[in-house]
């Protein structure tokens, strides 16, 4: 469910996003931590998420868009893969393998 949160973030229409409710327990509500967060094991707080982004005005939603969509951008594959020590730099030939 992460990379589903993660789509529907870069999916939206900067003008116009929509209002993203994560579950504390997604791992994604660590990264996207803008979007609304709601215990979905307790039916008034799922009642209240979903009333504060119905309540939610154009401004603040791009204001959280903004916000996520810069987290995923910081966050993207490249920088995933430049974390790593060797970071872009290739291999020495004697340590691939044939």
């Known amino acids: 469910m992460n990379l589903v949160a993660?789509?529907?973030?870069?999916a939206q229409n900067p003008?116009?996003?929509g209002?993203?409710?994560?579950?504390p327990f997604a791992g994604a509500a660590?990264?996207?931590?803008?979007?609304?967060?709601?215990n979905p094991y307790d039916p008034d707080a799922v009642a209240e998420a979903l009333q504060t982004a119905l309540r939610m005005t154009l401004e603040e939603r791009c204001a959280r868009w903004r916000a996520m969509i810069a987290v995923l951008r910081c966050n993207s594959i490249t920088a995933w893969r430049e974390s790593f020590p060797w970071g872009t730099q290739p291999l020495a030939p004697d340590v691939v393998r044939q």
């Open 6 to 10: 993660k789509q529907y973030v870069a």
């Open 15 to 17: 003008d116009d996003p």
């Open 19 to 23: 209002v993203l409710i994560l579950s």
């Open 30 to 38: 660590y990264e996207l931590d803008t979007a609304v967060i709601a």
